[in-house]
Structure formats: structure tokens, C-alpha cells
């Protein structure tokens, strides 16, 4: 519309003034399909961004991802950039970070988060009849991100602040100091569903749209578009997959496909996929099957684990730590403990906390003094990256606290590692806090955090028995 609107007046000082307007408008017309117009929106690009950025930290560190180099992650970190490319340049906001992971997830699913990071599932890929499907639902969600309508739909809510939290947090637990426990428990559901906003049927309709035209642009048949959701609503079983109620078929949807299409020139540069699209297929195939989302859900253990349990009150002033210590063994580590200290323990992880220091405060399990140490599943072995990621879901469901300074290298076990320092004033004692995260790679994609939680008036008193908890850490092989 802009540039129709800026070559009109343009065209209207030249000798030709009144024939240029409607040549253009039928140039620009033809081929490209129907104008869509992205909805209101009161959030900055840059806020877009951030939401999805610390959405996708969270989803790496809690959903199995295939590697970075993998084969498969390759081809469809292909597929996903030809796509961008193709997004037309109203849309295409040079901030946005498009990358495209793969989640090894049985169930046919795939979701994208505000300012470009892009999960497709597994199971996705291998129930796609070609490329093109698979292209399908990547240009559908690729438009939800281009359309900004995450934010957007925040942006219609009464209550937006909550909905832009909402919208990149409700899975991304909390885990320290404000709020441990069920959110996290419930975000590990992969309830990928909790958090993704059921979009609106009008949503649909321009993601549709504006999908079949990515797909048109990238050298796609824009009707694989439709043909897709075809396969995933014939191998919906009870109740349909998990994408089809994140994305409501807005009504006809796979006639409003095929009549954008007609409407569509497919880019001359055809794609032509098959053969790199079956070869990742068969890799997939010799690979373990995957789980499902349901089992993920099972064995995942949420960022922070089990809760302190009773509904104590947080008293704020707990006894300070004990010069004795005893060994608390983690399975694949183990880290010395004040005595007066008690654990609570999950598979992977462990909270431990004095008594007096942990409680329920606003319906939420919370501790004020004391560590949690763990293990998380991570996309890469960058331990830089993966503990910026790690960082970032802590402060999402932290919100009250900042990050200063910069990473710093420590020693954990033996191995390198890496310490960051947050901190900002907690809800629960009303006190300034500082947050001490400690990160380290015990394996392969395996993250080990020691996060060490003391009001920052009180933290000579913790200075011993944080010390000894880092000396005293070690591994398993
Ligand atoms: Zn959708």
C-alpha cells in the first residue's frame, strides 16, 4: 500500500501521470495475492523479541532438541531461511532472529515465538507427505511471527502486561527466591499449549494467507499449504493433535488456501526439495523413535523440581548455616550441605533450604535463603550460550531481577565453568537479593547450575557454606 501510495504521487508529476497508478497498482496486484494488514500492536519490535528469545531458552533447556549440526536440523534450518527470504518486506523486521530447531517429539506439532525462534516437532516432519507440507506449516507459523501476533493479541487484552508475560512465561517457570514450584511443574507439561496462545480465527485466516504467499515466493505450491493440514487433520486421532488447537481452523480453511493460491505466481525459482526432504525422513528413521510429548513431560524435570512442600510461612529469618556439613547426593552430583539445611529432592535436582527460609507465599512455593543444584538438557556444548539461555529463564520468572556485570570463569568440580550474578529486590522479604548462578557442561548437552539464593544483607553469614558448596561439588561420570 505504502509503496502503491509513494509511486502514485510520484507518477503524478511526470507526463504520464494518469496511467502509471493503475499499471502499478495491477503489477503489484498480480501474482502477489491478497494485502493483509498485520493487527494493532502497542509492543516494540525489539519487545517481541525478548519475549521469544527467553520463551525459546526455556523450551531448549526443557524439550530434547536435536543437535545444532545434525543432518536434519540443517536441512530444516534450510527449508525455514528460504522461507524468511520470501517473507515479503512489509513484514520482514530485520530485528527479528528467524532459527529453526527441531524437537525430537513424536506428537505433530510445531510452534514459533515472537521475534523468530521456530520449533518444529519430529513428529511434524515425518508425518509431512513432501517438502512442501513441511514448508506448509513453517510459512503458516513464520507468518503468525512476521504478522507479530503474539504481542498483538497481548496488545487486544485489558490486561497486556500480563498477557506479554504470559505469553513468553507461563512455561517458563520460576525458580528461585519469588516462586518455585508448580508453575514449573505445570510449564514442564510442555504445555507448550498453557503458554501458546490459542490465536483467533481471524489470525489463522492471515497467517493462512500470507503463508500460502511466503510459500509462493519461495518457489512452493502454495496448496501443499492446505494439503498439510489435510495430513495433520487425518492423523489427528481422539481430540485432533496439539497444532490444531493452537491454530482453530478458522472455517474452510483448505478452500481460502487453494483460492489464495490460484490468485499466487509460485516464484520461478521452484524448490525443488524431494530428494534432501526424503533423506532426512529416513535419517529420522534410523534414529530411536521419538518420545511424546506426554512422556517428555513425564521425565523432564522442571527447571527447579520439587517444591519445599507445606504451607509454612516464609519466616525470613532462618537459623544461619551450620559450620558441619553433610553430603547430599544428586545421582550426577553431589555437593556438601549445611546440617540444618534440609533437601528436597527430584531426580535430576535438588532445592535445599533452612527451615524458616521456604514456604508458600501468594499460593507459590518460594525460598529466600539457600541453593538449588541440577542438571538440564541443553541445545549445544557452548557453555557460554547455553548459560546466557539458562540465565535468561531464571530472570523470566524472576522478573524482579537484573543481571550485572558480565559472566565471570569459576571452577566447579573440576571443570570450568561459569558465574553469573543477579540481583533486584525480592516480593517475598522485601529485601535486596543477590542470586549467585554457577554453570557447567558435565556431558554431553549437559548442563549442571548451582543457583545460590541469600538476601544480600545477610550474605556474609551464607559467604562459608556457599564457598563449601562449590569446593565440595563433583560429578559422576
Ligand atoms: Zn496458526
Redesign the pocket.
Known amino acids: 500500500m505504502n509503496s502503491i501510495a509513494r509511486q502514485w504521487i510520484a507518477g503524478r508529476s511526470s507526463s504520464m501521470a494518469k496511467l502509471l497508478p493503475l499499471i502499478l497498482l495491477s503489477t503489484v496486484m498480480l501474482g502477489q495475492g491478497t494485502k493483509i494488514t498485520p493487527p494493532k500492536n502497542k509492543y516494540t519490535l525489539a519487545e517481541d523479541v525478548k519475549v521469544g528469545q527467553e520463551a525459546a531458552a526455556q523450551v531448549r533447556r526443557e524439550m530434547p532438541i536435536l543437535p545444532e549440526d545434525g543432518e536434519v536440523d540443517r536441512y530444516v534450518e534450510r527449508v525455514g531461511q528460504r522461507l524468511v527470504a520470501a517473507i515479503s518486506p512489509d513484514f520482514n523486521h530485520s530485528e527479528f532472529k528467524y532459527e529453526f530447531s527441531v524437537v525430537n517429539a513424536s506428537d505433530i506439532n510445531a510452534f514459533a515465538l515472537p521475534g523468530g525462534p521456530m520449533f518444529v516437532n519430529r513428529g511434524m516432519i515425518e508425518a509431512a507427505h513432501s517438502e512442501g507440507e513441511m514448508a506448509g506449516v513453517m510459512a503458516?507459523e513464520l507468518s503468525?511471527v512476521a504478522l507479530r501476533h503474539g504481542t498483538a493479541q497481548a496488545t487486544k487484552s485489558e490486561s497486556a502486561g500480563i498477557q506479554l508475560g504470559a505469553l513468553g512465561g507461563a512455561i517458563l517457570g520460576a525458580i528461585i527466591g519469588g516462586n518455585v514450584g508448580d508453575v514449573v511443574a505445570q510449564g514442564s507439561q510442555i504445555g507448550l499449549g498453557t503458554y501458546m496462545l490459542k490465536?483467533s480465527r481471524e489470525y489463522?485466516t492471515d497467517?493462512d494467507v500470507l503463508g500460502a504467499q511466503i510459500m509462493a515466493r519461495a518457489g512452493y505450491d502454495p496448496r501443499d499449504l492446505g494439503n498439510m493440514f489435510k495430513t495433520i487433520e487425518a492423523q489427528g486421532g481422539s481430540g485432533g493433535p496439539q497444532w490444531m488447537s493452537d491454530?482453530p481452523n478458522p472455517g474452510n480453511r483448505y478452500e481460502r488456501i487453494n483460492q489464495e493460491a490460484a490468485k499466487l505466481t509460485i516464484a520461478t525459482d521452484r524448490r525443488n526439495g524431494e530428494q534432501e526432504f526424503a533423506q532426512a525422513q529416513s535419517t529420522l528413521k534410523r534414529m530411536a523413535p521419538a518420545p511424546t510429548m506426554a512422556e517428555i513431560a513425564k521425565s523432564t524435570k522442571p527447571t527447579t523440581t520439587k517444591t519445599p512442600t507445606g504451607d509454612t510461612p516464609v519466616s525470613g529469618k532462618p537459623e544461619i548455616p551450620s559450620s558441619s556439613y553433610r553430603t547430599f547426593d544428586g545421582g550426577r552430583f553431589r555437593v556438601s550441605i549445611p546440617n540444618n539445611w534440609k533437601d528436597f529432592a527430584d531426580t535430576d535436582s535438588a532445592t535445599f533450604a533452612p527451615q524458616g527460609a521456604y514456604g508458600t507465599f501468594q499460593g507459590q512455593s518460594v525460598f529466600t535463603h539457600g541453593a538449588i543444584a541440577g542438571v538440564s538438557s541443553v541445545s549445544s556444548n557452548d557453555l557460554a550460550k547455553v548459560s546466557e539461555q539458562y540465565v535468561a529463564g531464571v530472570i523470566h520468572g524472576n522478573a524482579y531481577l537484573q543481571a550485572s556485570g558480565k559472566a565471570l570463569s569459576a571452577k566447579l568440580g573440576g571443570k570450568n565453568a561459569l558465574k553469573r550474578t543477579l540481583t533486584g529486590t525480592s516480593p517475598v522479604t522485601g529485601q535486596v537479593e543477590a542470586v549467585d548462578i554457577y554453570t557447567s557442561l558435565i556431558g554431553d548437552r549437559q548442563l549442571f547450575y548451582l543457583v545460590q539464593v541469600v538476601p544480600s544483607a545477610e550474605k556474609k553469614t551464607y559467604t562459608k557454606a556457599f564457598a563449601q558448596m562449590l569446593t565440595s561439588t563433583s560429578f559422576s561420570k
Open positions: 503458516h503468525h490465536f489463522e497467517a491454530h
